[in-house]
């Protein structure tokens, strides 16, 4: 279960408390209706009337397992305060998305954390959904190598201590412009990802290709990091 830290700052219009509170429960991690109460504190009729009402304004949404997530609409907010690296993944990583016809994900590293900044998703089929906003830890998963790779020396000894890779595999990494990983951070997943580059040439985010093993197989690298490397140099352009 993550930290979950309430806010506590009081507006004085009770709903609006309680929506920001459920807002707030489910930012950390996904929660299905029991969790949601005891994070929040919130009666139960009323946690559930809430995620409800905010799952019609997009600001939640449900996952096949019943939990409630940060939905879609929070994001688009978000967009309004402009950041390039967003724009420019809202037009390149949905062509990666039909180049490869897997799920694509945007991350970008908050201390010894990934975070999920965008994404696009095939329409239908056997997909690895990562939603917006979701944290990862860097122990394990393409991503997390390549952000672990080009991170700061104590960083990356912190995350080394516990990581399913060494340090060969971060040198790997560098040299060949990309990682991949099977049955890493999620049994049956397989992924590869490339480093994003802003105009300095520093790596400020990894952009990854994640599929079922039993589709993208287990070299998925071979299979899909040209044009994984094309559109990590097409974000780049953008920056």
């Known amino acids: 279960m993550g930290q979950h830290s309430p806010s506590n700052q009081h507006s004085g219009i009770g709903v609006l408390d309680k929506a920001v509170a459920v807002l707030q429960a489910v ?40 939990k409630w997530r940060p939905g879609s609409a929070l994001a688009e907010l978000a967009g309004g305060t402009t950041d ?15 180049i490869t016809g897997e799920s694509v994900q945007l991350y970008r590293r908050d201390g010894v954390q990934r975070v999920c900044v965008s994404t696009a998703e095939p329409p239908s089929g056997l997909r690895d959904t990562v939603p917006i906003g979701s944290r990862l830890p860097m122990t394990a998963g393409s991503g997390a190598k390549v952000l672990a790779a080009w991170s700061d020396p104590h960083t990356q000894r912190t995350i080394l201590t516990d990581a399913v890779y060494g340090e060969r595999t971060l040198l790997e990494v560098r040299r060949r412009g990309w990682a991949q990983s099977v ?38 690298g071979s299979r899909w990091a040209a044009d994984l490397l094309a559109a990590a140099e097409a974000l780049q352009d953008r920056l």
């Open 84 to 98: 390039p690296l967003l724009d420019a993944a809202g037009s390149i990583l949905p062509k990666l998305r039909d």
């Open 183 to 220: 049955a890493e951070r999620e049994p049956g997943v397989a992924s590869v990802s490339a480093p994003v580059r802003d105009s300095s040439g520093s790596v400020v985010a990894a952009v990854s290709v994640s599929g079922p093993i039993e589709r993208i197989g287990r070299k998925p």
């Open 27 to 66: 930012a950390d991690e996904p929660c299905g209706l029991a969790e949601l109460c005891a994070r929040t504190g919130l009666p139960r009729a009323t946690a559930h009337r809430l995620a409800v009402g905010l799952e019609v304004h997009r600001l939640l949404r449900r996952g096949a397992d019943g």
